[in-house]
């Protein structure tokens, strides 16, 4: 931390003692949550976004926000079981509030229901980014945004590739769930970010803990849930425009959505949505990023039907991105990465572009979803859901004679989708079973590239069953559920680039968890989960051969030996994680917070070891061969919330992991280091014309990664035997940022508009972050200073 | 009732259209699956570099191979160098680069000499009496070094090291330089 650092922190630690402002933000909203019939509900989580306030009704179903300012709000109810419910309400509110909300099972006709099914557990830990947070994350990568949740982080390439890791884990082990599908792109690849627009979100939520009962193995690491705003909620034509322009990279980044009703029924609902983003070369404090320019464009297209007890929903999207990989990245042999690795500029830097060049990424998904769901008598609610996705990936390299046009890597991934379940329910008692089929073909075209493919076409069919159950007591809810999995597994590869072979497969394999949540008082919460989970290796980790540019290294699956393409399903060992995740949850008057602790221990974890070397005519190279062994991830997040007076609140959350190979007693690569943020805001309901002012500061702190594998330089490669965990180069240092934002409404023509400024290293530090990638070659982007507006619009 | 649930003619051919859509894509893909993959033609793999060296007097030439038969593959590359050099002569050095692995033999050199404003031959000698130097020239007229010079001197025993550069749009003949490795092999040579 430099002086000037610490000073900052200083001032910003100093902003508690100043005197408690002026009290205009004192209105309190009362009220109650009953179920129909009136039956008051205790523990219902009740929030009001606009002000970042979230509370849980007490034991007489009663709740009280206080320290609200003048102005309207959204006030959203949910429980367990129970349909989620919006209201609207202006405060000052006199008078006590009366939620009622219904049953998933039964239907209550002034009650908007939103045709969604139950997504996560009830004894799960999850993270939450609600709209307002994606507002202020408008223009960011999905990767990106979610590192603002504790225990989320990322594995980036370069500014723009983000690939979300939780508690450790990333790529085949996390399941993203984009608007209730699950998606299906190159998900194996380090560098492949996942193929979603963060646009078409109104909230994403991060489930930390196995959720493969209900989603299959792909979730054994967590679960991303990207959902967009209902259908159903528009009277008439509404949308919405945003705009975000960030100056690092000379970026532009533009939204617009359209929403509203067919004929005059409002039962047929539609949407139409599309985002564009164009940006240049980022730039560190000391040099241009050369060729880490973006563009990409996205569109979506939705319709809905809401019917009594049924209801209809087909959604469209395509999104199409071109990025740019930084020019001094690519390294044809270790002479070339140990260079980059001793040199502090990387050894291409020009002018700034928006041009993109070779190396670069090209990709294209698109998606079709029809879902539907029909409430039936006596049985509960039963869900549909088909998705066709076609995913295309396209890779560019600098290549000769002129080949550069054509990529280097050009796969196709067709996947179909099938989600049935039943959702039950009976007084306290309630339920889910359900079937998922998967099928997928993947392809390279080979004709195109001449290079040998990564990994090989296969086509995979995965069928599962599932049952979930939940019991409430008063305070005590329980919840246990099992799945059974098939998956059928063909590969089509070659042995020495000449004889096909196809080798197929057959895994059985078994899901459990078993979880409560437990209410010791309307504001203090336990919820506590065991799963146990597994999963086959993927077609990447068992059959995966060649060179990876990035990291000068040769890869080689579980399932190849050299030249040898081994077939035996014997040899294949299943991954097994058993995970067991805590959290406590106290959402006090004027104090909040959530503390996790968990414990996964994973057998037969799939990981890429250093095997040997190899002499080529580029020199030598390491190979990595995937290898299994047994790890333990341990750690525990922390989120912090604390409304000091009505015009101050401070927040601060927390991260830490403890990764290690048991088995070979060794470290684990990307494991994220400790961090801390703290954060302090400050806001003025109104001034002028302008209403809910805040001005924020916070001070991102992140540890040096001390437990990161031993550093051997690429110069040592040719002579090092060993076969422990490497690193090319040290774990940098730690650091701290310093961020700032500051955001109004001011309102246009009858609507507000919503105006954010933020800057992210305002000091413009130079550092390097362990979790990127490109960490060998450059330094982290300088300050970048971003406006965003949003406009929001309704026809009345 | 009935009628709301009757979606409009429009809006039946929208969800026709793109159900049909997907299902016509799905079936072309299942039916392409059932093509067997085909080995691929690896067009750009630098299997085979021989480097003749011609006494400029007349007498024995010597040869520098470096041989890979499956590219970055794990069979082993084989490293040949026929004979010592003689001391105080010049050599005149020709470079030929092969993709063996397609039949027949894909001719790199030309590919190189084509974008040779893009390439460039670096050599560095260690412990041994001898100088290179490029003979040819690009159309910017800086130096290629598929045509080389080998001037040795007095008896001494090193290695000469042989790299290709590829920097399209660096190239400034000066070794390094920027761009990548497209070559890196190390010979062990004497001179008596």
């Not at chain 1, 402002?21 to 009220?31: E, F, I, P, S, V």
């Not at chain 1, 608007?179 to 078409?200: F, T």
């Not at chain 2, 050599?91 to 460039?120: F, Q």
């Amino acid at each position: 931390m430099t002086v000037r650092q610490f000073f900052w922190l200083i001032f910003f630690l100093f902003q508690f003692a100043l005197p408690a402002a002026a009290q205009q933000c004192a209105h309190t909203l009362t009220g109650v949550v009953q179920m129909e019939g009136g039956v008051t509900l205790p523990g219902a989580t009740l929030s009001i976004a606009q002000a970042g306030k979230q509370i849980i009704s007490a034991e007489d179903g009663s709740f009280t926000f206080e320290g609200l300012c003048p102005g309207a709000y959204t006030l959203t109810a949910h429980y367990v079981g129970f349909e989620k419910r919006t209201v609207q309400v202006k405060v000052p509110h006199t008078g006590r509030l009366t939620v009622v909300l219904a049953q998933v099972s039964t239907q209550l006709e002034d009650v908007v229901i939103e045709g969604e099914p139950q997504r996560t557990s009830v004894s799960q830990t999850v993270g939450l980014l609600q709209k307002e947070d994606l507002e202020a994350l408008h223009g960011k990568p999905l990767g990106e945004a979610l590192k603002e949740i504790p225990g989320v982080n990322a594995i980036q390439t370069g500014p723009s590739i983000f690939k979300p890791v939780i508690h450790g884990l990333h790529s085949q082990r996390i399941l993203i769930l984009n608007n209730g599908i699950r998606q299906e792109g190159q998900q194996w690849g380090i560098e492949h970010a996942p193929e979603v627009d963060p646009y078409i979100a109104s909230n994403i939520e991060v489930v930390k803990g196995a959720e493969t009962v209900r989603y299959g193995s792909d979730a054994i690491g967590g679960v991303i849930i990207i959902t967009p705003p209902p259908l159903h909620e528009v009277k008439k034509l509404g949308g919405e425009l945003n705009m975000g322009l960030m100056s690092n990279n000379r970026m532009g980044a533009f939204s617009a959505m359209l929403e509203g009703n067919l004929g005059k029924t409002s039962q047929w609902t539609w949407r139409a949505q599309s985002s564009v983003k164009r940006g240049g070369d980022y730039h560190t404090p000391g040099y241009n990023l050369s060729n880490t320019g973006l563009a990409e464009l996205n569109f979506s297209g939705a319709l809905g039907f809401n019917g009594t007890g049924k209801g209809l929903e087909i959604y469209l999207s395509s999104f199409n991105t071109e990025i740019g990989i930084l020019r001094a990245a690519h390294t044809e042999n270790l002479n070339d990465l140990q260079q980059s690795v001793v040199s502090e500029r990387p050894w291409y830097v020009k002018d700034f572009t928006y041009n993109l060049a070779n190396p670069k990424q090209k990709i294209n998904h698109q998606l079709l979803k029809v879902s539907s769901y029909f409430q039936l008598k006596d049985l509960g609610r039963l869900n549909i859901l088909y998705g066709a996705q076609y995913n295309q990936r396209k890779e560019y390299d600098i290549r000769r004679g002129g080949r550069s046009d054509r990529p280097a890597l050009s796969l196709g991934l067709l996947s179909n989708v099938l989600d049935v379940s039943l959702d039950h329910e009976k007084g306290s008692h309630s339920g889910s079973i359900g079937f998922n089929g998967t099928l997928k073909f993947n392809q390279n075209d080979t004709e195109t590239t001449n290079i040998r493919p990564l990994i090989p076409d296969y086509q995979q069919l995965s069928t599962g069953v599932f049952i979930l159950e939940k019991w409430r007591r008063k305070k005590l809810t329980l919840e246990a559920g099992a799945r059974f999995d098939h998956q059928y597994l063909k590969v089509m590869t070659f042995e020495n680039n000449q004889t096909l072979i196809k080798p197929a497969f057959n895994f059985n394999y078994f899901s459990g968890t078993l979880g409560l949540a437990y209410l010791f008082s309307p504001t203090l919460r336990l919820v506590s989960n065991v799963g146990v989970s597994s999963r086959p290796p993927h077609v990447s980790e068992l059959y995966s051969e060649g060179l990876h540019h990035g990291t000068g290294s040769i890869e080689e699956g579980l399932m190849r030996q050299g030249n040898e393409v081994l077939t035996d399903q014997g040899l294949i060992r299943k991954e097994m994680s058993k995970k067991w995740i805590n959290t406590l949850q106290y959402t006090g008057k004027k104090l909040s917070f959530d503390f996790s602790l968990y414990y996964n221990a994973i057998s037969n974890y799939v990981f890429l070891r250093p095997y040997d070397t190899r002499l080529t005519i580029r020199g030598y190279f390491p190979v990595f061969r995937f290898d299994q062994t047994d790890a333990v991830l341990t750690g525990g997040d922390a989120g912090l919330k604390w409304q000091i007076n009505s015009r101050f609140s401070y927040n601060s959350k927390l991260s830490y992991i403890y990764a290690r190979d048991v088995e070979r007693d060794d470290e684990l690569i990307f494991i994220p280091p400790g961090q801390i943020e703290n954060a302090l805001t400050y806001r003025i309901p109104s001034m002028g014309k302008l209403s809910d002012l805040f001005f924020s500061v916070s001070v991102p702190l992140v540890l040096q990664q001390t437990r990161a594998p031993r550093v051997v330089y690429p110069q040592d490669i040719p002579a090092n035997t060993s076969h422990e965990l490497f690193d090319f180069a040290p774990a940098p240092g730690g650091y701290a940022l310093l961020n700032a934002r500051i955001g109004f409404r001011l309102p246009v023509y009858d609507r507000e508009l919503t105006v954010t400024l933020s800057g992210e290293n305002l000091l413009n530090k130079s550092y390097r972050n362990y979790m990127n990638r490109l960490r060998y070659y450059a330094d982290e982007t300088g300050s970048n200073f971003m406006i965003r507006l949003s406009y929001h619009f309704y026809k009345h | 009732m009935k009628n709301q649930l009757k979606p409009s003619d429009s809006l039946r051919s929208f969800i026709l259209f793109f159900s049909s859509t997907f299902l016509v894509a799905t079936l072309l893909l299942v039916m392409a699956c059932g093509d067997d993959p085909k080995p691929v033609n690896e067009e750009e793999v630098i299997t085979t570099m021989t480097l003749t060296l011609t006494p400029v007097g007349g007498g024995n030439s010597v040869t520098l191979k470096f041989y890979d038969e499956d590219g970055d593959g794990s069979i082993q590359p084989v490293k040949t160098v026929s004979g010592p050099l003689a001391a105080y002569t010049t050599y005149e050095g020709l470079i030929t680069l092969l993709n063996e692995t397609a039949t027949p033999a894909g001719d790199i050199t030309a590919e190189v000499k084509n974008e040779a404003s893009d390439h460039l031959f670096c050599f560095t000698t260690s412990n041994v009496n001898l100088t290179v130097n490029a003979k040819d020239k690009d159309s910017n007229n800086l130096p290629l070094g598929i045509e080389t010079s080998w001037v040795t001197g007095a008896v001494s025993t090193g290695t000469v090291k042989v790299v290709l550069r590829h920097q399209p749009g660096e190239k400034t003949g000066n070794c390094p330089g920027g761009g990548d490795t497209d070559i890196e092999v190390d010979f062990n040579v004497t001179v008596q």
